[in-house]
């Protein structure tokens, strides 16, 4: 029996253990997933204090329950380890590890790179190898491939190299992560048939495709198609303030089209880890073929300006009150980047809530997911997150809606606030109106 089906043969019977490197909001659920399907998991993460709480069953996520991770750890079905020498155990890694930009909007892979040089030290024959982190195209056989085979182990036939990408949606209870098509891609027929027999045993349904490429410009793709999405209703929303157009109303008169219209939300600013970094990673490659693409910079150009809308809005809402802003003080609502989860990565709340220090507000925060921002995602000090009273609430010239947690009290806020900008459409949306709440 050659290597490939030997290994497929032990996928089939859940008698290969599964390393999963990066312990996050894709590497738990991931891992989740696999011990639900009868698959034995060794996490691998650098973060001392994270594997020490998971291996006492803790998820260290607030939208996945402590007492299901503690049941597959209390039952040895899942353990975590910080010792990367221990990736030889494994018949299968899973390569789940953050690709975020550097400042001057560059891909950042030196998480994926230190992890390939662990795997590398530690490959051998039988294993699969996928990485589920997103790259940039052509990373897979340009980055992971010359570190992974020598002359003594080849590819497709005494290790198996695939791409995978995730499709996390962090604290999405309308899909579980195996109801969702599963891309998958090798870098030789063998990989694609091994890496076909892992996930068509975890997830509902697999599509194959061609190449890893074709895998890394699909996972890209999907969220550019978003980013450039959101990025058209926040500039049409700023456009249409100065006509005195409500952009609410107009998406929702638009999306009574049952044809040939999909209605996306504008906000503050985009946020998350993927959304805003995955244009970035595309157009870093474009560049390198000597091209570029103007929707895409054009979109990015849009999400820069945000941050400086919404606090050029609170001007004008607080010089109207006859109050300046720089002697103002400010609440922020919501510092996640989306609603119902702890994830600050690449939060809109974040630049704009330097702007308005650096402009000499005042500004405090309430978020019960964050009780604390540290000093690094501000301008100059840590910051504590607010309990929402009357009077704590009293105390502001100002408040800044950005994260619409189902959590919040917007009655309590909508009472006993003296001016609210609403970035969300929520507290309209929650039938709470009056003329000291402005649409931003």
């Known amino acids: 029996m050659n290597t ?43 973060d001392q204090e994270k ?38 155990e494994p018949d299968v890694v899973l390569i789940c590890v953050p690709t975020p930009t550097t400042t001057d909007h560059k891909p950042n892979l030196s998480h994926l790179i230190e992890s390939v040089k662990h795997i590398a030290n530690s490959l051998r024959k039988g294993q699969l190898i996928c990485l589920e982190s997103t790259p940039y195209p052509g990373a897979t056989e340009e980055l992971l491939l010359p570190s992974l085979q020598t002359e003594e182990i080849i590819v497709g036939s005494d290790f198996f190299l695939a791409f995978s990408p995730e499709r996390e949606d962090p604290g999405n209870t309308q899909y579980q992560i195996a109801s969702i098509p599963k891309i998958v891609s090798g870098t030789t027929d063998a990989c694609l048939k091994v890496a076909e027999s892992l996930y068509s045993g975890v997830f509902n349904k697999v599509f194959p495709v061609s190449s890893t490429q074709t895998a890394e410009c699909t996972k890209l793709i999907e969220n550019i198609y978003r980013h450039v999405n959101i990025s058209f209703v926040n500039e049409l929303k700023q456009i249409l303030s100065q006509m005195e157009v409500d952009i609410w109303e107009v998406l929702e008169a638009a999306s009574t089209k049952p044809f040939g219209f999909q209605s996306f939300s504008p906000g503050p600013g985009i946020g998350g880890h993927c959304i805003p970094n995955n244009p970035i990673y595309f157009s870093w490659k474009v560049n390198q073929l000597g091209m ?4 895409i910079n054009s979109a990015l150009s849009v999400e820069k300006s945000m941050a400086g809308y919404v606090c050029e809005t609170a001007k004008r809402a607080l010089t109207n009150q006859k109050k300046k802003l720089a002697n103002s003080n400010i609440l922020i609502l919501g510092v996640t980047y989306k609603p119902d989860i702890q994830d600050t990565r690449e939060s809109p709340a974040l630049p704009i809530i330097k702007l308005l220090q650096e402009s000499g507000a005042t500004v405090e925060y ?52 003296t001016l609210i900008i609403d970035t969300r459409n929520a507290f309209r949306r929650n039938n709470f109106i009056g003329d000291h709440v402005i649409q931003a």
């Not at 497929?8 to 891992?31: C, D, K, N």
């Not at 570029?292 to 929707?295: L, P």
């Open 4 to 46: 490939a089906l030997k290994l497929i043969q032990s996928i089939e019977t859940r008698q290969s253990p599964i390393g999963i490197i990066g312990l996050g909001y894709v590497g738990i659920p991931l891992s989740i997933c696999f011990l639900e399907a009868g698959f034995q998991v060794l996490g691998f993460d650098q």
């Open 51 to 88: 594997v020490a709480s998971i291996n006492k069953g803790r998820s260290c996520l607030s939208h996945i329950d402590d007492s299901l991770m503690g049941s597959y750890v209390t039952s040895r079905k899942f353990s975590a380890t910080t010792d990367m020498q221990r990736l030889n």
């Open 292 to 295: 570029s693409s103007q929707i």
């Open 366 to 417: 309430s978020d019960p997911y964050v009780p604390i921002l540290q000093s690094s995602q501000t301008k100059d000090r840590k910051m504590q997150s607010l309990h929402l009273t009357k009077k704590d609430l009293g105390m502001f010239d100002l408040v800044i809606l950005i994260t619409d947690h189902s959590s919040f009290p917007y009655q309590l806020i909508h009472e006993h606030s």
